[in-house]
């Protein structure tokens, strides 16, 4: 009877074991699809900083749009060397939800600009947070050096649009 129960719970934490290879490995992005994605969102991310810094009278989303085009504009470039030497592709547009994004906010002005950017901004990094977490355990040692080094300066742009979120959201 005890062997019985050392073979089923032998079973169950090799199901376990493989279930959680499985989780893993879903997790995963491969390096094309990471630098499609990466480098869409990223012009999209430049170009909805410039529309900020053309739009906004505040000398806050201002800033932040600022330091959106000098972060993104040097992650792109990065990632852009990296694409070549692997000889992968990157995407020379936004993506079309982020198309539809900005032109929404194109529509806006004032606080009403402000505030849209700003909750924009949120899940714009949310969501790129998420597929850079994904990258840090690529099979691509490069793409996930990249990731892992890039991860960083993306959470702290994450804190910075939540302030900026927290603080147009009241307004």
């Known amino acids: 009877m005890n062997m019985k129960r050392v073979l089923a719970n032998g079973a169950l934490i090799c199901l376990f074991g493989a279930a959680s ?10 390096a094309d699809d990471f630098v499609e994605e990466v480098s869409a969102k990223g012009i999209a991310e430049v ?3 410039k529309l900020a810094q053309q739009k906004s009278s505040s000398t806050d989303i201002k800033a932040f749009a600022q330091t959106m085009i000098t972060d993104h504009t040097a992650a792109n470039a ?6 070549t030497r ?4 990157v995407s020379d547009e936004a993506e079309m939800a982020n198309k539809a994004k900005k032109f ?5 002005d004032g606080e009403s600009f402000d505030k849209a950017y700003a909750k924009n ?10 597929l850079f977490q994904r990258a840090t355990i690529s099979d691509d040692v490069e793409i996930a050096a990249f990731a892992t080094k890039t991860l960083p300066t993306l959470q702290h742009h994450l ?13």
């Open 86 to 89: 692997k000889n992968l592709e």
């Open 121 to 130: 901004q949120v899940a714009a990094h949310e969501d790129t947070i998420e």
């Open 47 to 49: 170009e909805s900083a």
């Open 21 to 30: 290879s499985l989780a893993y490995a879903a997790d995963k992005i491969d």
């Open 159 to 171: 804190k910075m649009a939540k302030e900026l979120a927290a603080t147009y959201d009241k307004k």
């Open 104 to 108: 929404v906010l194109e529509q806006r």
């Open 78 to 83: 990065e990632l852009a060397v990296i694409a």
